[in-house]
């Protein structure tokens, strides 16, 4: 059964705090995502790794980081935590293939709020 | 960015009976795949139904299928005899013009499923 598993399921953090959201997949997918979801703007990507220390912005990576040291591992930064970043963040990992039908695979989600 | 379009922010419908949920996006491509989504209240997302915009046939998965119309760049998602486990939010995903491994996501319908 695949797997992406986030680390936290529920965080609260205070402004200005570094936080670290961690992900990990365990079916050896070369591409990894971090998105944002907020009610009304659906699933926004921040950042995308197609390969272990690969990395390219999304559409809102402003305000954070990521990091991928190992292929299963996805890490997201928020080097200084604001209000405006408290939202649910979901990560995801799917095959790179050379299929368009590739598919997503989701972890459960981490709710953030930074107070 | 490309984009993904889902006019229905929110829908109801009563047990077993069929509901329509719309998608529209935009691209200047000529094959690609569409993706449905289902984040449940437990925020797990997971596939739904997928078609591959080549394919004229609509693609079906038990009572979920798609009404997939490529001129009008619609892709519509019916659930048939609606079960109260269908109670969740739906996105439509749509794989991006320049690298088919990033997705890009609709902003969401929330489905009720009433008994």
């Known amino acids: 059964d695949v797997k992406v598993t986030q680390s936290s399921r529920y965080l609260v953090k205070r402004t200005g705090e570094k936080v670290f959201l961690e992900c990990v997949q365990d079916m050896d997918h070369e591409n990894m995502f971090w998105y944002r979801q907020d009610p009304g703007l659906g699933l926004r990507l921040i950042y995308f790794s197609y390969d272990v220390k690969m990395k390219e912005k999304g559409d809102i990576p402003e305000g954070y980081s990521v990091s991928r040291e190992k292929k299963e591992r996805f890490s997201l930064i928020l080097e200084s935590a604001s209000t405006n970043q408290t939202s649910m963040y979901l990560c995801?990992?799917?095959?790179?293939?050379?299929?368009?039908?590739?598919?997503?695979?989701f972890g459960q989600g981490t709710r953030l709020t930074v107070v | 960015a490309q984009t993904v379009t889902q006019s229905q922010p929110e829908m109801s419908v009563q047990e077993a009976e069929t509901v329509t949920l719309s998608c529209t996006y935009d691209?200047?491509?000529?094959?690609?795949?569409l993706f449905w989504y289902k984040q449940p209240p437990s925020r797990q997302m997971i596939l739904v139904i997928r078609q591959e915009a080549y394919k004229q046939q609509n693609a079906t998965e038990n009572r979920f299928s798609v009404n997939f119309q490529k001129a009008a760049k619609s892709f519509s998602l019916k659930i048939s005899d609606s079960q109260l486990g269908d109670t969740a939010m739906y996105f439509c995903?749509?794989?991006?013009?320049?690298?088919?491994?990033?997705?890009?996501f609709g902003s969401g319908t929330k489905l009720n499923v009433k008994p």
């Open positions: 995903a749509f794989p991006s013009l320049y690298n088919f491994n990033k997705f890009y």
């Open positions: 691209t200047s491509e000529n094959n690609y795949y």
């Open positions: 995801a990992s799917s095959d790179r293939g050379s299929g368009r039908e590739t598919e997503a695979f």
